[in-house]
C-alpha cells in the first residue's frame, strides 16, 4: 500500500520548527537533534507509485531474476541489472522493454553471476562492478565496452558508490586469511573509469560480521559495521551502525559536521537468537544448502549484544539524507514472521530523513518490501517483492519535496 501526503512546503523550511542545537567544535558543526521531527503533520514527504516494471509471468524481457542494481541515463531510459540473467535490461522513461546489455560470460562486455551493482556516471557511461569476473565492466551507452581488473590484493569490495559528480567510489576489505597479518582497518577510496586510486577518503575500522578463524567462516551477527553513502555536493556521511552518530566530509574532505539523534540500543535476547537461527536455516534450505554445510555454517554464527542503531543510509532529493530503521522481530506479526528474509528484511519500511545541514525533519515510510536504489529528482527508483518473493521495478515519487530534475 503507498501512503501518500500533502506538504506545504519543503524540507529546508520545514526545519524553522526544528527544536535542536548546533554548536562548533574547531570548526566542525555538531548537530544535536531532538526525536521529534521537524515537520508537522501537513509538511511531511510521503510518496506515490508512478511507474511499476514487471511480470511474474510471460514475457521474459519483463520478468527478474535477482535485481542488484537500477540507474537512469540523462534521457531518462531506466537500466536493470539482473545478477540472476547476467543482464542489463533496458526500458524506455515509459517501462517498455528496448534492449539488453551483456550476457552471462566472462568475455569482453559478458557478465558473471557475481555483478553486484550498476551506477550511470559521467557521459551516461555504465559501470558494473562484477566481483567473480574480478573486474568492473566500463560500457559507454549504446557504444564500447572496456573493463578495468578489480585488484584482490587491496581488499575484497565491500560497496561500491558514485559521487554526484560521476566518480566511482569503493570500499575494500583485506580478508585476513589464516597465516597472514591481520589488518583492522578498510579503505574507502575514489576510483576512475580506468581503475586507478584517485584518492583515500577513509580508512574506517573494518567490521567483523564476516571473518575467516581456523580456516572456516565466523559469522557474527548484528556486529558494529561502517557505514557510507555519498551526498549531493560530492559529500560524504559515514557512521558506525551501533550508534546513531553521522560524520558529514565535504568534497574536500575536511569533517564538516557530526550529526547525532537520541538512540537507546535494544539487547538481542535468547528468543531473538533463536528465531534468526531457524529463519536463517530455514534460508539456506530453501537455496539448496547441503546439509552437512549448513551445520558448518551455523556453527560459526554467534550474536552481538544489541541490535543496530539504523540498516542503511542513501542520498535522497534536495540534499537529504535517508537512514533505514531496523524492523524488530517483535514488530513482525506471525504471517509476516513467515515470509521473513533474515537477508532481506532487517530494514524497515521506515526511514528517517536529515536535511542538507542535518537537522531531522522526520519519518517517511516506503512500501513494504520495497528497496531504493537511487533517487534521480524526486523519484525513487527500486525494487519490490511480493509475498512470493517475486521482484518489480517500482518507481515513486517523493510527494511534498520541489522536483529538481
Do not use: K
Not at 566481483?131 to 581488499?155: H, K, P, W, Y
Request: negative net charge; proline residues 6%; aromatic residues 10%.
Amino acid at each position: 500500500m503507498v501512503a501518500v501526503f500533502s506538504a506545504c512546503g519543503d524540507g529546508a523550511s520545514a526545519a524553522s520548527d526544528w527544536a535542536g542545537s548546533v554548536t562548533d567544535s574547531a570548526g566542525i558543526a555538531l548537530v544535536s537533534n531532538p526525536s521529534t521531527p521537524a515537520w508537522s503533520a501537513e509538511q511531511a514527504w510521503g510518496t506515490e507509485e508512478v511507474l511499476r516494471i514487471g511480470e511474474a509471468a510471460g514475457d521474459a524481457d519483463y520478468q527478474f531474476g535477482q535485481i542488484a542494481g537500477i540507474g537512469v541515463t540523462s534521457d531518462g531510459r531506466i537500466l536493470v541489472l539482473d545478477q540472476q540473467a547476467q543482464r542489463v535490461q533496458v526500458y524506455g522513461p515509459d517501462g517498455v522493454y528496448q534492449s539488453s546489455i551483456g550476457r552471462p560470460g566472462s568475455g569482453p562486455g559478458e557478465l558473471g553471476p557475481a555483478a553486484s551493482a550498476l551506477f550511470v556516471g559521467r557521459g551516461d557511461t555504465i559501470l558494473i562492478p562484477d566481483l567473480g569476473n574480478q573486474r568492473v565492466n566500463v560500457t559507454v551507452l549504446d557504444g564500447e565496452s572496456t573493463s578495468f581488473a578489480i585488484q584482490m590484493e587491496q581488499g575484497i569490495p565491500m560497496r561500491y558508490d558514485l559521487l554526484e559528480s560521476g566518480t566511482l567510489v569503493a570500499q575494500r576489505r583485506a580478508l585476513n586469511l589464516p597465516n597472514q597479518d591481520a589488518v583492522t582497518n578498510d579503505l574507502i577510496a575514489t576510483q576512475g573509469y580506468d581503475g586507478s586510486i584517485l584518492d583515500t577518503l577513509l580508512t574506517p575500522r573494518r567490521g567483523d560480521t564476516f571473518t575467516f578463524t581456523n580456516d572456516r567462516p565466523v559469522f557474527r551477527i548484528f556486529s558494529p559495521e561502517p557505514m557510507w553513502t555519498t551526498l549531493s555536493g560530492d559529500r560524504l556521511a559515514f557512521a558506525t551502525n551501533d550508534s546513531y552518530r553521522i560524520e558529514v566530509f565535504g568534497a574536500d574532505g575536511t569533517l564538516g559536521r557530526i550529526v547525532s539523534q537520541p538512540y537507546e540500543p535494544t539487547p538481542v535476547t535468547d528468543s531473538h537468537e533463536r528465531t534468526l537461527i531457524d529463519l536463517m536455516r530455514s534460508q539456506f534450505e530453501r537455496n539448496g544448502v547441503p546439509p552437512a554445510q549448513m551445520d558448518l555454517l551455523m556453527e560459526g554464527v554467534s550474536f552481538a549484544d544489541t541490535w543496530p542503531a539504523f540498516t542503511q543510509m542513501r542520498a535522497g532529493p534536495d540534499g537529504t539524507l535517508w537512514i533505514q530503521r531496523v524492523r524488530y522481530l517483535s514488530d513482525l506479526t506471525e504471517e509476516e514472521l513467515e515470509t521473513y528474509n533474515p537477508t532481506l528484511d532487517q530494514g524497515s519500511p521506515e526511514w528517517d530523513v536529515f536535511d542538507s545541514e542535518g537537522r531531522y525533519l522526520g519519518v517517511v515510510e516506503l512500501p513494504g518490501r520495497f528497496t531504493p536504489f537511487t533517487v534521480d529528482g524526486d523519484l525513487w527508483y527500486g525494487v519490490v517483492r511480493d509475498d512470493f518473493d517475486v521482484q518489480y521495478v517500482q518507481i515513486l515519487r517523493i510527494t511534498g519535496v520541489e522536483s529538481s530534475s
